[in-house]
């Protein structure tokens, strides 16, 4: 096995549980999974958000959970056609749920030592 395919496999793995009580039901909180941002993902919400890792909007965090966001399998937890439904949200909520898809992440410094 090549190096780059240790690296695609060890990516798979490392995917952050984020508990969201307020989007739960009766069985209990809603729970979904995001894998650590990457580069591509970062280049991708730049190229609508400019200015993404210095003034993060709230249409640039709920970009953010759209892109990231999967169910334990893998799957997409949301599609575009979902983002009105979460600029309903409250703040605190999707504001919560995208920094725990930053993860790690401090500041630009961080990202542009990758």
């Known amino acids: ?3 780059a395919e240790n690296i695609r496999n060890n990516r798979s ?4 549980k984020i508990v969201v009580e307020a989007w739960g039901d009766d069985a209990g909180p809603a729970v979904i999974f995001s894998s650590p941002l990457t580069a591509g993902d ?3 919400i730049q190229r609508k958000h400019k200015d993404f890792l210095n003034n993060t909007s709230v249409e640039a965090m709920i970009d953010l959970i759209i892109l990231k966001a999967e169910s334990e399998d893998g799957e997409k937890s949301f599609s575009i056609e979902d ?3 979460l600029m309903r949200e409250n703040l605190n909520v999707i504001s919560e749920v995208a920094g725990q898809m930053f993860g790690d992440i401090d500041s630009i410094e961080d990202i542009e030592k990758n």
């Not at 793995?13 to 952050?16: C, D, L, Q, V």
């Open 1 to 3: 096995m090549g190096l």
């Open 13 to 16: 793995k490392a995917r952050t």
């Open 42 to 44: 970062i280049s991708k």
């Open 83 to 85: 983002r009105p439904i």
